[in-house]
């Protein structure tokens, strides 16, 4: 299997450990991905909320450089999903757009590839199967709350990924790796986003309620696929615990650093130590890092 | 009598833009019957002078520049609940860009912040092609005049090599670049789009 890679801004930066743990996965399973070239920033909430048509067009070429190669695109960032997904919406439905589009960018774009999330290209492509045979250190005992966020599920005739109200799939690939996804009610709650850099008294309230709600169902965790989620459930979490004077200690992950652990490799290697709320100790608890089989080194 | 006079005399002035703001939204503030299930659900509602549905209220009102001036269309998180909830399926995030979009325009910007961090987040792209985090946040801190916002999250940051100093540019031949040329000269061409 290969796809063109478009990691985005947040996996160059904030988001490194989404980066280094979606690559070993990747490769691990055997999918091909190349990455594009000069590849640029998908003009995130930023372009939406300035211009239309900017916020598609930006998107475009990176659609439009990838469908040069024939190849459909792996988003890791839910966030870059979202607008990619819908410059090839707008694409399709009209052809004044398309050719508009393809004008702006510098190139030809039919819009006849497609963006897809890494998550539904690895459990839905990949298959779940497929990952349950790689697992050599389950994640038994680790109860993990499933946070899909917004992005990757709404507007559903946008991303056409799970149920826009209960999704499933990530909670599937936490079951499959040897772990306990617990049913919860904020699911697809809003994190903020980037407002929480402008407006970081709105943030910490959403963020709380999210975490506070993760507690209360009896995870250990949270899992996500989103660098802005994570940003701000991780990030802004000591912020979130001095203002509403909690302790919460919910580490956070990317469901590809789960699978990466899960598949043997060593936190360090996917990251995982650079997250402000440690991980390890909660990992080390349950004992998945002493499970006896070998490390793997990243090659 | 002169009350309904004078919502005449609005509804006349408020028009255009009203016309403007649904053909760039695709909504038509029309089809929204009033139920609540938007507000209902929205997220970011308790930061909002008027809640989603009451925006759209002011719309069907004519009562377009009260929908300028509020904060909501700066706060709404473009989250998408509402829009997936809403059984007559008003696309309102759309509505809510519209209308900042439209704001700027008038000068009304009831939130500095949001306007200055966008402001900051796309000069980056257009320089460099993509986001440089670190340039963008100093930028922010600096134009929203608080220095030292987040100051004690940096030095985790660039000890575990999440915030780059330099930024990365990209080598397209100055293809973003054109592309924010071209969007900016066909608005002031009065294209639509
Ligand atoms: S959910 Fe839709 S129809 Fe109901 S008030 Fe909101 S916009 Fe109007
Ligand atoms: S998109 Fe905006 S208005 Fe709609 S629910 Fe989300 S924050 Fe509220």
């Known amino acids: 299997m290969r796809y063109a890679y478009y990691p985005g801004c947040s996996l160059h930066a904030t988001a490194i450990e989404y980066n280094l743990s979606a690559k070993a996965v990747a490769k691990h399973l055997g999918l091909d991905l190349w990455e594009i070239p000069e590849w640029n920033c998908c003009g995130a909430s930023a372009a939406h909320n300035t211009d239309h048509l900017l916020a598609l067009a930006l998107p475009a070429r990176n659609l439009a450089l990838a469908e040069k190669e024939g190849l459909d695109v792996a988003v890791p960032c839910a966030a870059c999903f979202n607008r990619l997904r819908a410059a090839e919406a707008a694409a399709r439905e009209s052809e004044k757009m398309r050719v508009r589009l393809a004008e702006i960018i510098e190139m030809d774009y039919r819009a006849s590839n497609r963006a897809r999330a890494f998550l539904d290209i690895m459990v839905n492509e990949v298959g779940l199967q497929a990952i349950e045979t790689m697992v050599v250190k389950p994640l038994t005992g680790l109860k993990v709350a499933a946070y899909y966020g917004c992005l990757l599920v709404r507007p559903p005739k946008i991303t056409a990924f799970d149920d826009p109200e209960d999704p499933q799939t990530l909670d599937k690939l936490i079951t499959s790796l040897g772990g306990t996804a617990v049913p919860w009610a904020c699911k697809t709650e809003c994190c903020s986003a980037s407002l929480s850099l402008p407006r970081t008294d709105m943030g910490l309230k959403m963020v709380y309620e999210i975490l506070r709600h993760a507690k209360e169902a009896g995870a250990d965790c949270l899992v996500t696929a989103c660098p802005l989620c994570m940003s701000n459930l991780d990030m802004r979490q000591a912020g979130v615990e001095a203002r509403y004077n909690v302790k919460l200690g919910l580490p956070v992950f990317y469901f590809t650093e789960l699978m990466g652990i899960a598949f043997g490799y060593a936190p360090k290697d996917l990251g995982v130590p650079r997250h402000f709320v440690n991980p390890i100790p909660l990992l080390e608890a349950r004992e998945i890092l002493r499970h006896p089989a070998t490390r793997r080194e990243q090659g | ?193």
């Open chain 2, 1 to 193: 009598m002169k009350e309904r006079l004078e919502l005449a005399a609005t509804l006349n002035r408020d028009r255009e833009l009203l016309d403007r703001v649904q053909r760039a939204s695709g909504v038509s503030v029309k089809d929204c019957y009033q139920c609540g299930k938007c507000s209902a659900g929205c997220p970011a509602a308790f930061a909002m002078d008027y809640t989603p549905r009451q925006v759209i209220r002011l719309l069907q009102l004519g009562m377009v520049g009260e929908a300028l001036k509020s904060h909501t269309i700066w706060v709404c998180a473009h989250c998408q609940t509402c829009y997936t909830r809403c059984p007559k399926e008003v696309d309102l995030p759309r509505l809510m860009e519209a209308l900042r979009q439209e704001a700027k325009k008038a000068g009304f910007i009831a939130e500095k912040n949001i306007d200055i961090f966008d402001r900051a987040f796309l000069s980056s792209v257009e320089r460099y092609g993509r986001v440089h985090e670190m340039g963008m946040m100093i930028q922010f801190n600096l134009q929203s005049l608080q220095p030292f916002k987040d100051a004690l999250l940096a030095p985790p940051m660039l000890l575990n090599r999440k915030l780059n100093i330099l930024p990365e540019k990209i080598k397209d031949g100055g293809a973003v670049k054109r592309i924010f040329a071209k969007v900016r000269a066909g608005n002031q061409g009065g294209d639509e789009h």
